[in-house]
C-alpha cells in the first residue's frame, strides 16, 4: 500500500509534497541521467538518491521543510521534479537556507520551474519566516539564473560549494512586497 502523501502546497499547475520511499525509482531515473545532471558534477547513483530522500524526510521532520516532489496537477503522480528549502553551508562556513529547484527535461521551457519556486519563495518567507533565501547556481545554467531573476532575487556574490564555483542569488521578504508593488 503506497504511504499517505502530505501536500505542501498547490499551484494552478502544481502540487509539491514530501518524498516518500516509494519516490526512489522515479527520482533515480531523474538524478542518473546525465542530461539532467548537466550542470551537476556528475549523475547520482540509486544510493545516493535514496540517501537524498532520506535526508529530506529527516529535514521535514526536523525543521518542517525540505525539497518537495512536484507533480503535475490533474497529470497523475509522474515525479516531474522537485523544489524547496534547505539549510546548506558553503565551503567559506557561510550558512544559509537555500532553494533549489529541478524539472523533469520533458517540461523545460514551460515556466514549471519559476512557478515552482515563486509559490516555495512565499512559503518560506510566510509559514516558516525564512529572513532570507539563497540559490547557488553554476555560473553557465544560464535557465536556472533566469528562474532566479523571474523570483525577484539578485546576484549578490560568487562563492564556492562543495569545491565549485557558483553565483549564489538573494532575496529577502521585503524584496518580494517591493517588487510586487513596482510597475
Known sequence: MPPRVTTILETGRL?????????LDELAALVGDPEQMTF????????????WIERNLALY????YGIWAIELTGGGRALAGYCGIRPLELDDGTREIEIGWHLHKRLWGEGLASEAAAAVRDLAFGRFGVPR???????EHLASRRVADRL??????TA??????????????RAVHHRERSP
Open 40 to 51: 551537476y558534477p556528475r549523475p547520482k547513483t540509486r544510493e545516493e538518491a535514496a540517501a
Open 152 to 157: 525577484g532575487m539578485r546576484e549578490e556574490r
Open 133 to 139: 533565501l539563497v540559490a547557488i547556481i553554476v555560473p
Open 61 to 64: 521532520r526536523k525543521r518542517g
Open 160 to 173: 564556492s560549494f562543495e569545491g565549485d564555483r557558483v553565483v549564489v542569488y538573494v532575496i529577502a521578504p
Open 15 to 23: 502540487r509539491l509534497r514530501e518524498f516518500t520511499p516509494h519516490d
